[in-house]
Nanobody, 133 residues
Framework: QLPLVESGGGAVQPGGSLRLSCAASGFTLDYWHIGWFRQAPGKEREGVSCISAEGDNTNYADSVKDRFSISKDSAKTTVYLQMNNLKAEDTGIYYC??????????????????????????WGQGTQVTVSS
């Protein structure tokens, strides 16, 4: 299991921005594909974005495409999720974890709903994002 810690959440108004961090402590993420997920109250957890271990593949859910951007720092210890033009429907707890793969192509993030538990790493506490006027 890969222990990761999420941070950077907060409360913002619609149209605002936040940058979430997913940090590894004591090791690098060179060999790990990382995904961001979110869970809104009363809803199932859903995939938001992923980045491959090499950083050359990134993918996004349709609902966040062109607003969110995932990246990995040069030291490869932190994965970021830059969230711009936030909407009320982006509200939820955001989690990061390792994933079995991160591929290009339409609809890939949606396929994560069909994965088994072994396709994901451990889940942390997450970080709360609240978008409200």
């Amino acid at each position: 299991q890969l222990p990761l810690v999420e941070s950077g959440g907060g409360a913002v108004q619609p149209g605002g921005s936040l940058r979430l961090s997913c940090a590894a402590s004591g090791f690098t993420l060179d060999y790990w594909h990382i995904g961001w997920f979110r869970q809104a109250p009363g809803k199932e957890r859903e995939g938001v974005s992923c980045i491959s271990a090499e950083g050359d593949n990134t993918n996004y859910a349709d609902s966040v495409k062109d607003r969110f951007s995932i990246s990995k720092d040069s030291a490869k210890t932190t994965v970021y999720l830059q969230m711009n033009n936030l909407k009320a429907e982006d509200t939820g707890i955001y989690y990061c974890t390792s994933v079995q793969r991160c591929l290009l192509g339409e609809g890939f993030i949606a396929t994560m709903k069909t994965w088994g538990s072994r396709d994901f790493g451990s889940w942390g506490q997450g970080t709360q994002v609240t978008v409200s006027s």
